[in-house]
């Protein structure tokens, strides 16, 4: 079966209006497209290197703040100097981008334009039949992220899988970190936090992120985490998002040989975020590449029955609560320490607001990762 065609959408800066780019998300979704959504108030540059990293087959911008002729030509000249001349543009504005405006968008290199009045199938049957074609031969990577990138296309493509004998010529060179937990419970937000203080404190450090979500065999997927991310929009965070394409239990079928080529690249770390995952769910294999598992908790899990039934409880090197401003969370770390206990590991237990800028939980967590507690 083909792959799902992947697009990459986003509202440029300054602009604010999320609700018919949300709309046209859902219906893309709806019909088989894979959507990595960037999210509102996005720059050039943000949006250049996020669809390059995500080797997106084209970019659909909404706009309607003013300013598009600009911003679209902009998009287009950046990713043609990346040498991303391959990932194409569209958009739509409603009333604000005039029939004028269109043509003149047009011949700076943007595909096409949508006007108020275009039915979404109108819009879903363009992706599809201009985006959804087979790749052709590609053109020479210009850069390291674009080599990676197109790499992993390949691997999750089912074009190209992980070879052995060049793994140990290229021996494992980051820390792999797992985060799973129910979905909600802030795993973006807190991989966002951990990733300003790697940042900073590794001046020329580099992370990759592989961050999932969950999607039926051939059906589309929204793949929304990076619109959570703020201080990962950087250009020493390579992030890509990945659908389940039917595979239970928090990973993509890719997932392994994706971990293993970013291992073997050339990061410090390489994070990884299952799905929203369920009570049975053990993503990550028992001798497996991740060094150390983080379960990100939400304090809202029912009550101590629930948390008998949590087989990753029992798995995770480190137990975050998460949210605990919220009410709950006092009860929730002396429930979750007693059930803790009786596994007799020594697993580190965390209370954290990943939501809150400099948290101290946070700063808690980056050190027990930093030192490879297990
Ligand atoms: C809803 C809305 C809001 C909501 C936004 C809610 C949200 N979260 O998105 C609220 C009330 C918050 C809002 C606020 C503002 N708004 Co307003 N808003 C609108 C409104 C009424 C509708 C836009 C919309 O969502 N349409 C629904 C979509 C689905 O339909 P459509 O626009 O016709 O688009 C079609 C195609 O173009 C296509 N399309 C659109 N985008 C894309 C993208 C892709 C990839 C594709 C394939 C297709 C596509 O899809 C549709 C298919 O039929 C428009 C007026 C209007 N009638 O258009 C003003 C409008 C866009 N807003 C305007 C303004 C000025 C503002 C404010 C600055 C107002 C203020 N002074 O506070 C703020 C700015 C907010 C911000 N932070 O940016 C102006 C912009 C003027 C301009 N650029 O010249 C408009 C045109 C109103 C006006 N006539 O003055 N706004
Ligand atoms: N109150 C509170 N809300 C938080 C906190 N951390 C994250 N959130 C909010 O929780 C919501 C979900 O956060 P995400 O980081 O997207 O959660 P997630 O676990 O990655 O979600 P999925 O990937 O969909 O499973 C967002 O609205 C966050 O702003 C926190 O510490 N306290
Ligand atoms: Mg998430």
Avoid: W
């Avoid at 997106?56 to 300013?67: K, L």
């Avoid at 239990?249 to 990061?267: H, I, M, V, Y």
Wanted: hydrophobic share 40%; aromatic share 6%; proline share 3%.
């Amino acid at each position: 079966m083909a792959s799902p065609v992947r697009i990459l959408t986003a509202v440029p800066i300054c602009d604010g209006h999320d609700s018919a780019i949300n709309t046209i998300n859902l219906e893309f979704i709806r019909h088989g497209i894979e959507v990595v959504y960037l999210g509102y108030h996005r720059s050039v540059s943000d949006i250049v290197r996020a669809a390059i990293q995500e080797d997106v087959r084209a970019i659909g911008i909404s706009s309607y703040n003013g300013g598009h002729i600009e911003f679209f030509a902009e998009v287009i000249a950046l990713l043609r100097k990346r040498g991303a001349n391959d990932i194409k543009v569209f958009g739509g504005g409603g009333g604000t981008i005039t029939h004028d405006d269109a043509v003149t968008m047009k011949q700076k290199g943007v595909d096409n334009i949508f006007f108020a009045g275009t039915s979404l199938a109108e819009m879903t049957d363009y992706v599809r039949k201009h985006y959804g074609k087979a790749r052709g031969n590609r053109s020479r990577p210009k850069s390291a992220n674009q080599k990676l990138a197109h790499k992993l296309t390949a691997i999750e493509d089912g074009k190209r899988t992980r070879n052995p004998k060049s793994e140990i010529r290229n021996p494992r060179k980051a820390r792999v970190i797992g985060f799973t937990g129910p979905g909600g419970a802030g795993k973006t937000t807190l991989i966002d936090e951990l990733v300003l203080r790697f940042l900073n404190q590794n001046p020329k450090g580099k992370i990759a992120i592989l961050s999932h979500d969950p999607s039926v065999v051939g059906e589309g997927a929204l793949l929304g985490d990076r619109a959570t991310m703020i201080n990962s929009q950087n250009d020493r965070v390579f992030m890509r998002s990945m659908a389940t394409r039917g595979q239970a239990g928090g990973l993509s079928p890719a997932t392994q040989d994706c971990l293993a080529l970013l291992a073997g690249s050339d990061f410090d770390y390489v994070i990884i975020e299952t799905v929203g995952t369920g009570q049975e769910a053990m993503p990550f294999q028992k001798n497996g590449i991740v060094d150390q598992t983080v379960l990100v908790m939400n304090p809202d899990y029912g009550s101590r029955l629930q948390l008998q039934k949590i087989v990753m409880l029992d798995l995770a090197d480190i137990v975050v609560v998460n949210k605990s401003d919220l009410q709950r969370a006092r009860t929730a770390h002396t429930e979750i320490e007693q059930r803790l206990e009786q596994n007799r590991r020594n697993q580190r237990l965390i209370d954290t607001v990943a939501k809150r800028h400099r948290d101290p939980g946070v700063d808690r967590l980056f050190a027990l990762i930093s030192d490879g507690v297990k």
